[in-house]
């Protein structure tokens, strides 16, 4: 093991190497514990507390000794080309074959389990297993290796995604980069870059180059945008080079609008929001205004075809999910469901991983519909939602309506959530509000993962509650989602340690009542 | 109907009168909205939108033509006094009286189905049956004339409570007000004052007589400083002087911890964080001293007596409420809701209204669990939670981890949820702190009606969206939870009206594309 410090908040970066690949190394970072202090027969005696281990999404960013950006699978993925092996990590685990990938997240899923003695059935065959199922994606463009390998599945931990970009009102590349790298650190397991502005060839190319996770856009954008935004220049021909282009960069997974049929854009045209996809609306102004099938939907073997040849991910996009309340669980939505399915089977049939996106705005009650629905109709592909919002009265907290949503369909077997920032409804986020979004989402993916019962994730809940009850305040703050905030606040409430805090004081601290009981 | 006029968000304070009572008047807020303006033939059109009226806690504060504080209930109590009638509504309701206060309820509830024709159930003499059963709780204390009546039941719109007050260590009486005003204009329904540090009584008046909210208190809590913080001084005699002070004073409901049992003390005592409810650690304390039974449990048909002389609703404290995820479920909290189920049966013996607190930090799937035994042993009296907190690793964040839970456990049947902000577990909230805290709890609330599918619950949802739809900003702004902080990011967003926003620029508008669809 290699170690890094990050000693503000007892962090070190760690790594851990694999068994069947020794050149895997897997960075964690390890959250270093005061040992608990009492006191018998008026003698201090201390008992050391074990470190705990949490998920890194950081990479580089969270090692000090790091030098720069590590382009960690380059030789893996040199060595398949070697060996004249399949390049999809579908078509070798289809094979038989366990890539160091696998390996890979296979040690990072159960990093903590390990170093606590919990069980875990995540073994890199368990692994290889699910990819080959099409239970789970790897998303991992061989263009991109500077990407740390993470899995998205239903039997693994529930990720989430940023998404950041810009438009053509505002924000420039810089402070796009910067919120890429912030985003990682903070926790984000997938980056999308929405990016519809100027330069979104050049924008996507820092990004991809700076950060340690996997990268989606959506490559309709691009298209638009090489058309002067006008849809009805649309055509296959420029969306196929957009493609190409984007997956000689490295991006990793694809949000496609395949789902948006013909047949079914007027079903959308009874609610009250209309379509709220970008992705959705263009494609549906598209067949409208041709009066022809979505050419998504009629090229998607050669989309295939093209993914297959640099392991790019497709997430289906949901064009037609609900902006609205009243929306939720419509004939719309449902039947372009229907279709998604039917385009999961058309990518494995090519060895393409795939996922399918999710709603939206939708109630609390209508919210376990959605889920069975997608098992129902997608084979076990993995589904990643946005939120869902379970309320349209709170723009500024939508990241709270959302991960309301989002706790309850991540412990319903979601394997992806889509974070929402407070500017959703408003405006392109700030650093701040991405910053929100993304804890607030490491918040609803870590409560459903408790609620599924995943192997280990209650070992930082314990670890920071024993903290708690103990006094040991900086443990319980560095052990959190957010120590730099959790220490702020602390400042601002006038206090620096002891046995009670401002909010009880010392005669009405429970805690410390609750020690004396102890005694 | 007379009116006030609060122009800046397009809000107006009116009132609806009763019909069993004249003088019965209900302030609520209509929301003004602008109309839909279409092109047609090359005309515009505008086509009406009818108002939303939402729910009010804002007393005087929300009506600019208020002359002070309102003392709504005087004439009606003093009728009840010269006629010789009961006290307590639950009396009351039992005998088959309707009054003022039921009427007044009846009306807050339906304000908005009644002007949208949304047919609800919610009458006066469905109150009164509610509240006859014991389902339903409307805490107003003879003493307390400022109250502006609310009820708290599984039938009624889910409540919020939010929790104020001083410790020894922090805050003045003047920015406690200031909390407590502010708290009932961003939509508080109850108001909990939780002073523990010096001038407890003048905090509580002062609170009294300036909210139009019901107002409750933990009673142990100023008996405990009256005997200088000493536990073991604690007694009887000066925990009924405390009470029928505090009766005297006008606070609408109390907190007791009657449930913590000698013979249950110790089934905390192998928990990872003990008993973190300062009532309970404060009678489990004064239990092992002594080795005596609670003095609470064994005087609570006396307690009872004092306050149905003044119709003091109680609320049955969950002294032993879990304070780590790893704590949820376990024997002594619900050994401790047998013993809840028990006084509530006392209680209502003796015409005292009831309703029964609930966790604390328990994770998704063990939720539903805390409604289902509530149900089975407290006989239909509401539930009233803290939260759930349904992961321990975010200090910082507690708002959203427990409005994750306060919303799931609302949509099962919890008819009151005690808000929780940013600084649960650091110290003692802020101005700002608290307006998170409600906001974030009015969603929560929000999010169980519309699960509930409450009547007329998603008027308001769908008014916003369709102001969204139809990109009337202020409209979209004026309906929501908080329209300054809406306008505020607005306002960052460099955006001033218009048919796109920042998000997505002109041509990525999936509403603008939307709308040429329809067309």
Known sequence: MMKGHNSEFGREKVYLSGQIYPEVRV???RVVLTPTVTVVDGQRVAQPNEPVYIYDTGGAYT????????????????????EGKPLTQLSLARAGIITPEMEYVAIRETMNCRECGVESHITPEFVRQQVAAGRAVIPANIN??????MIIGTDFLVKINANIGNSATSSDID??????INSCKWGCDTLMDLSTGSDIHTTRERILRAVPVPVGTVPIYQALEKVGGDVEQLCWEVYRDTLIEQCEQGVDYFTIHAGVRLKNVDLASSRLCGIVS??????????KIYNRENF?????????????QYDVAVSLGDGLRPGAIADANDRAQFAELETLGELVLRAWAKDVQVFVEGPGHVPMHKICKNMERQIELCHGAPFYTLGPIVTDIAPAYDHITSAIGAAQIGALGTAMLCYVTPKEHIGLPTVEDVRQGIVTYKIAAHAADIAKQHPGAVIRDNALSKARFEFRW??????SLDPERAFEYFKQSGKTEGNFCTMCGPNFCAIRLSHELKK
Chains 1, 2 share one sequence.
Do not use: T
């Open 27 to 29: 960075g964690m970072q």
């Open 175 to 180: 402070s796009e980069v910067e919120k890429a």
């Open 278 to 287: 970008r992705g959705g609306s263009i494609m549906s102004r598209w067949c």
């Open 144 to 149: 991109h290796p500077e990407c740390e390998p």
């Open 63 to 82: 090692d000090p000794n790091a030098e720069g950006v590590v382009r960690i699978r380059e030789q893996w993925i040199e060595n398949r080309k070697k």
């Open 474 to 479: 900086r443990d319980q703050f560095n052990l």
């Open 296 to 308: 998504l939907y009629e090229h998607f073997d050669d989309i295939c075809d093209i993914l297959a």
